[in-house]
């Protein structure tokens, strides 16, 4: 059994709303770390039709329960009248939800009870390296984080079914998007982009649809918790600063998916951009499980200098690359970083094995470099 990061237990100062994308083991994590709470589970047929049908029914089966009992329910977004009740029951009876879904965006669509702050949100993300004994990285690389595809012997084809999966139930049954066509072709465009800086105008001429309609796209990818964005550092020194935010996949592997790459090996264009994806990947989950305040930025200058995520009002400018070997060549951006940010903790994160010093810049192999991020030795 893999012990995930996540400590349920630790959110649990009241009621609480459990979101992740599919398949990041909200429902495994919920049963191990709370095996004695009321479990009601909205993907069984017939508890959702029950419930449907009736929602008074839950308060008829859990208000005479005592004070602070824990009830998990979940996928609640399959029966989002349940909201109603969930809110008279924390009010009259104290009781403890967790309430879990992948998104949240049909609860605010269809404009739900989301209990008025009563319930806090906690996400869950895939397989974080710390989680994982034995972390192959060129297996990570290759196939994502996600459990299901992480630990399977066909990673490729469980890819393949998730893609599927996710346009027919979160788009096409919703009806989220009125064109699945120019939806699809939206994912497989993001995904060429995964990584870069956001042009909704290239993008909206690659799909044929309008810039605003690629923007919308973008907000459904993280309202559903497939991607997100990260913003730019705004900051402006001596040099003029890129603005807009760049675009990544929750999971490295479903970016790979889209973009018809497998079996990547080191010292390849391809595997230096997974690569970095997947630290990315790992900074955005430990900023968001660590409750930190800093954002994740990057930053670009309009001459092309960049550092790949900067933590913070400049605290820490780390930069990626796939490189077994650091040479001097690879420290541009983090050498310009310097001179307009000279207190900040520069990191050069790799695949060369013999950390050290390399003028004020740190140069970390990316397991070592891990371990100490999750042990809060690097933010």
């Known amino acids: ?6 400590q349920i237990s630790n959110e649990l100062d009241g009621s609480i709303f459990l979101f992740g994308a599919r398949q990041t083991g909200k429902s495994t994590i919920l049963r191990q770390q709370f095996p004695k709470a009321i479990y009601i ?20 089966m859990l208000h005479n329960k005592p004070e602070q009992t824990l009830v998990i329910i979940d996928e609640i977004p399959e029966v989002p009248e349940l909201l109603n009740e969930v809110h008279r029951l924390i009010s ?30 906690v996400y869950l993300y895939p397989f974080i390296s710390a989680e994982i004994g034995d972390w192959d990285i060129d297996r990570a690389v290759n196939y994502g984080m996600l459990p299901p595809h992480y630990l399977a012997k066909n990673p490729s084809r469980m890819l393949s079914a998730y ?52 923007s ?19 900051r402006v020194m001596k040099r003029k600063l890129v603005q807009a935010p760049r675009f990544y996949y929750f999971d490295v592997g479903i970016a790979n ?31 968001h499980y660590s409750h930190s305040e800093e954002r994740l930025t990057y930053w670009r200058t ?52 013999i950390n050290r010093k390399m003028g004020e810049i740190e140069c970390i192999y990316i397991k070592d470099f891990l371990v100490r991020l999750w042990n809060f030795e690097i933010i």
């Open 216 to 234: 919308s796209y973008f907000d459904i990818l993280e309202d559903t918790l497939i991607g997100y964005r990260i913003p730019a550092f705004r």
């Open 302 to 353: 309009y001459t092309g200098i960049e550092v790949d995520a900067v933590i913070g009002d400049a605290r820490v400018a780390i930069e990626i690359k796939s490189v077994e070997e650091v040479m001097n060549k690879h420290l541009k951006g983090l050498k310009a970083f310097g001179e307009e940010y000279p207190q900040s903790h520069r990191i050069i994160v790799s695949l060369d094995r």
């Open 41 to 60: 589970d909205l993907l069984d047929t017939e508890m959702k039709s029950r419930f449907s049908r009736r929602p008074v029914l839950l308060y008829e």
């Open 257 to 287: 998916h889209l973009l018809h790459r497998k079996d990547m090996v080191r010292g390849t264009d391809e595997y230096g951009h997974a690569f970095e994806h997947l630290v990315i990947q790992e900074l955005y989950a430990f900023l």
């Open 1 to 6: 059994m893999i012990e995930r990061k996540l």
């Open 163 to 214: 893609i599927q999966v996710y346009l027919k139930e979160e788009i096409k049954e919703e009806a989220l998007v009125r064109n699945l066509n120019s939806f699809q072709r939206f994912l497989e465009v993001a995904a060429m982009t995964n990584g870069e800086i956001i042009n909704n105008n290239n993008i909206a001429q690659e799909c044929g649809v309008s810039a605003t309609t690629v």
């Open 92 to 121: 009259e009876s104290r009781l403890l939800f967790i309430l879990c879904g992948s998104s949240a965006r049909k609860l605010k669509r269809k404009g739900k009870n989301t209990l008025g702050g009563r319930a806090l949100p």
